[in-house]
Structures are given as structure tokens and as C-alpha cells.
């Protein structure tokens, strides 16, 4: 399963509004989840189940979608949360991540 | 706490191998199942490959399928990876993380593996 994410990079600011788009090239449920990872550091779990929020990530973040269209959206965008995201389907093996969407000032 | 410790990278030619190791420690590593995802430099991030929590079920990515081969030991809470006949391509921050049942949540620092003549 490949998926895609647009935009491949976005520029922002603090308070913005923030969505970040990814596509499965087949139906893959809801098995998708959202990773946040900032340089030279681990990837970070945000949403799994794509809309379901991971303990101790902040409110801000959500994310919808099933089948084959998937959105993460930021609210209020804070100085923390520039970052790359990535989108990962565990729906079948092998797991496939999307190619990441930089947010960046 | 859950700790992950990746550790084994380092300079290698092409062609050869190498064994990474994740030591884990603050939980049940037998009931878990494992996965090794790398990411090259300046990349996004590859899954390669995972493991059943007691080490009967396994799969790769196509990309290293037949070269590299990975482990467990439930005894000593470690995962390993031994990557052979490796490539320039090869060349990546290998993460380990535990698989829960909402994704990837626990992941160690990384592992940097070059390869280069």
C-alpha cells in the first residue's frame, strides 16, 4: 500500500491552523496513525485509529478520515509543534509511511 | 519507565554486516511485539522489519528481505537485527520500537549504520 501526504512542506506561524493531508493508494480502514518527529529525535505517536488522540498529546491535534483519505489538523499551531509528520498504515505488512510533510515558519 | 537502547551501528564496507541490538528494560518485553524502522539521512522513515512477541512470526520490507534477519532473546528483554551483504543504501538511523496496540509509541534514540568504502 503506498501512501501520499501533501503538502510535502508548509510554512506557518504560531496560532495558525494547521491540516496536513494523507491518501492510501487502497481502503485501509481506519488503520492509520500520525507521527510527529523533530530533528534528531524518535518519531512520536500523536493519533492512532486516525482519529483517536495518544495519552498525553495535547488537544490541538486531531485527526479524521477512513477508507483512503486522512487528515491531521493542529489548531492554534504552538512554537513545539514545527516538526515533520508523518502518516504510517497499519493495515496490512507491510506497514507503509507516508513520505512526511515539514511544518516550518 | 520503558526504555529502548539501540546500539551495534557503526562504519561498515559494502558487503558486510553488522548486528544491532535494543535493550529494553520497564516492561514485559516477552508480550510484545518488536519492530526495527531506519530512516536515511535527511529521509523519511522505512519500516523493515517486525517480530512476534515470542519470535515465531516475522516479516520485511522487501528492501532488506533475504539480508537481514531479526531476533529476539525474551530472557534478556533484547531485540537484534544482523544485517548482511549490506549496501550504500543501507546507510540509516535504525530505530527499534514496541509495537502497542495503538501503534508505535515506544521508540529508542536510534543507531546510526553507514556504508561506505
Known amino acids: 500500500i503506498q501512501m501520499t501526504q501533501s503538502p510535502s512542506s508548509l510554512s506557518a506561524s504560531v496560532g495558525d491552523r494547521v491540516t496536513i493531508t494523507c491518501r492510501a493508494s487502497?481502503?485501509?480502514?481506519?488503520?492509520l496513525g500520525w507521527y510527529q518527529q523533530k530533528p534528531g529525535e524518535a518519531p512520536k505517536l500523536l493519533i492512532y485509529?486516525?482519529?483517536s488522540l495518544q495519552s498525553g498529546v495535547p488537544s490541538r491535534f486531531s485527526g479524521s478520515g477512513s477508507g483512503t483519505d486522512f487528515t491531521l489538523t493542529i489548531n492554534s499551531l504552538q512554537p513545539e509543534d514545527f516538526a515533520t509528520y508523518y502518516c504510517l498504515q497499519d493495515y496490512n505488512y507491510p506497514p507503509t509511511f507516508g513520505p512526511g510533510t515539514r511544518v516550518e515558519f | 519507565e520503558v526504555r529502548l537502547v539501540e546500539s551495534g551501528g557503526g562504519l561498515v564496507q559494502p558487503g558486510g554486516t553488522l548486528r544491532l541490538s535494543c535493550d529494553t528494560s520497564?516492561?514485559?518485553?516477552?508480550?510484545?511485539?518488536m519492530n526495527w524502522i531506519r530512516q536515511a539521512p535527511g529521509k523519511g522513515l522505512e519500516w523493515i522489519s517486525h517480530?512476534?512477541?515470542?519470535?515465531?512470526?516475522?516479516y520485511y520490507a522487501d528492501s532488506v528481505l533475504g539480508r537481514f534477519s531479526i531476533s529476539r532473546d525474551n530472557a534478556k528483554n533484547s531485540l537484534f537485527l544482523q544485517m548482511d551483504s549490506l549496501r550504500v543504501e543501507d546507510t540509516a538511523v535504525y530505530f527499534c520500537?514496541?509495537?502497542?496496540?495503538?501503534?508505535?509509541?515506544?521508540w529508542g534514540h536510534g543507531t546510526l549504520v553507514s556504508v561506505s568504502s
Open positions: 485509529a486516525a482519529s
Open positions: 520500537a514496541r509495537l502497542d496496540i495503538n501503534g508505535l509509541q515506544y
Open positions: 487502497q481502503a485501509i480502514r481506519n488503520d
Open positions: 517480530i512476534g512477541s515470542r519470535g515465531t512470526t516475522t
Open positions: 520497564g516492561f514485559i518485553f516477552s508480550t510484545y511485539s
